[in-house]
């Protein structure tokens, strides 16, 4: 591959779909995905292992998923309830561009609590007193 080619390859977007050959692990990347509140973004280090000539760039590039700041929500729980990664964000190696599967949206998240009998209590999304 031409040194050009290869940075006008760099300069697009992380792609799931690219790198599913490889079968990485979602935590390979996403580091605390299972243990933290966060599931934390991959610094430009890690692509740097397989890309040594990889260019700084803005990791994300955008944000796909977010909470608002009074709803509390941890990785961590729903990682020790075997809830999937794929259920709540879909088969992200088959995606050609990463998009919301579920939203995050206070009726998504009861009703899934409904169905997975765990808790719909306002205070385990919500301080309340504040
Ligand atoms: C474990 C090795 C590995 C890691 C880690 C890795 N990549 Fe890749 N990447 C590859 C391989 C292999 C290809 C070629 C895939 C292909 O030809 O379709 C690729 C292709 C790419 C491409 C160009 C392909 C395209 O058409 O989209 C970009 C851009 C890219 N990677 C960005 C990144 C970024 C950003 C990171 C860090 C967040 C990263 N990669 C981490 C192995 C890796
Ligand atoms: C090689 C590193 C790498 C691996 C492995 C990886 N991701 Fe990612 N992921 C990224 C990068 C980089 C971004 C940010 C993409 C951007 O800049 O647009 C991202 C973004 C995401 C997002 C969007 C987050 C948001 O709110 O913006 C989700 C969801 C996600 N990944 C889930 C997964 C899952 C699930 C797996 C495993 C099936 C996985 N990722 C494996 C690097 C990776
Ligand atoms: C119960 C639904 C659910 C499950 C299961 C889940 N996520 Fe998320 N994910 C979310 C929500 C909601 C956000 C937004 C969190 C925020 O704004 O703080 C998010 C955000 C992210 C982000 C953006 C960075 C961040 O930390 O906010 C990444 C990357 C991600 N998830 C990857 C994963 C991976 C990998 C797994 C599996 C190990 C996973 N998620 C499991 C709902 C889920
Ligand atoms: C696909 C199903 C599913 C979705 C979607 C989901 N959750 Fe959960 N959540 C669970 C399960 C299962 C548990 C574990 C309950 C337990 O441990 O008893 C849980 C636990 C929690 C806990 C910890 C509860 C406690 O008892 O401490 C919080 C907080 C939480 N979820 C917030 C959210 C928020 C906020 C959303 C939406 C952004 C969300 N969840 C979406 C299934 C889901
Ligand atoms: C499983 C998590 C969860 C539970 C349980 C929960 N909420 Fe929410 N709530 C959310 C999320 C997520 C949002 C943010 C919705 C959005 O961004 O669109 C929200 C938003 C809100 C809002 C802001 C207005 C709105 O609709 O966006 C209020 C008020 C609210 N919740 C009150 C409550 C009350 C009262 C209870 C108890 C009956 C409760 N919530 C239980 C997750 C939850």
Redesign the pocket.
Known sequence: MSFTLALLLFAL??S?QR?AAMK???T???ATAETGAQAG??ALA?CQTCHPEMAERK????????VKDFVLFAHARHSQAKVE??TC?GE??QMET?KVERPVTMAACVACHKERKATIACNVCHELGQ
């Open positions: 977007p992380f799931h790198h990485l692990k979602c390979a990347c996403h973004f991959p890690k990791i994300p590039s955008a944000r796909v998923y977010r990664c794929a964000h992200v190696y990463l």
